[in-house]
């Protein structure tokens, strides 16, 4: 992926579209996952991260064309080096991609970037919507294992999860019975309330206190894993 201060990331985010669609043309158009997000950097920062049609991180053997693609200065080469990879890597279908994006106040708009690229190579865009990046790959890997035409439901990985989680507390000798989870005022608060009232029709019981919603405040600003890892 590619990380760096949000308000210069539109060309690059335009060439991951395009990058992404190609990639899943070659793969007989199993889909390919974009996601717009920065992680555990601050909310000035913005980033894309590519997941490959296995719901796991892009292809090694891609990663050398993606880093060219993007370093490059000028459209008519960017131009010509997609043409390259064309010749290099045929397509055999038509381009699918999953896009993905943080609560970032930007990223919304670095994902009509994405789709603008996915456009140019006449792909379709299925857009997730706000999701944490490992929904996006759980969306991903899900939707190619089942050969489905379109993304599955994120039901299943709600629901999925809660299974596991359940499974999970009968090897323990007790059970949590209340959770404080500090969010980051990111989009991970918004998947732990949408996964709350699963866990529970699930038979697992405990309250949750989720501090630091997304909405609340700046991304990461004062809290979070990294802040605690950085400022202890």
């Not at 080469?77 to 390259?84: L, M, P, S």
């Not at 708009?109 to 996006?136: F, M, R, W």
Request: hydrophobic share 40%; proline share 3%.
């Amino acid at each position: 992926g590619f990380r760096d201060k949000w308000d210069i990331l539109h060309s690059t985010c335009v060439r991951v579209g395009v990058l992404s669609a190609l990639r899943s043309a070659m793969l007989d158009g199993q889909v390919i996952g974009v996601m717009i997000t920065a992680s555990h950097n601050a909310e000035v920062d913005n980033g894309i991260k590519i997941v490959d049609a296995d719901g796991g991180m892009l292809t090694q053997t891609w990663e050398p064309l993606a880093d060219a693609l993007m370093n490059i200065s000028n459209v008519e080469e960017a131009v010509k080096y997609i043409n390259d990879i064309m010749t290099i890597f045929p397509s055999h279908g038509t381009g699918r991609v999953i896009l993905g994006r943080d609560t970032r106040p930007h990223s919304e708009e670095l994902c009509n970037c994405v789709k603008q690229g996915i456009s140019a190579l006449h792909g379709t865009t299925y857009d997730a919507g706000v999701v944490t990046t490992p929904q996006l790959h759980f969306l991903v890997h899900h939707t190619n294992a089942q050969q489905l035409a379109h993304p599955i439901s994120m039901s299943l990985y709600y629901s999925t999860l809660a299974s596991g989680f359940r499974s999970l507390l009968c090897l323990a000798n007790s059970s949590p019975q209340h959770i404080i989870i500090d969010a980051s005022f990111g989009v991970g608060s918004i998947a732990l309330m949408e996964l709350l009232p699963v866990l529970h029709a699930e038979g697992v019981e405990f309250s949750m206190d989720i501090r630091n919603v997304a909405g609340q405040g700046p991304v990461n600003y004062g809290c979070g894993a990294e802040h605690v890892q950085k400022g202890r």
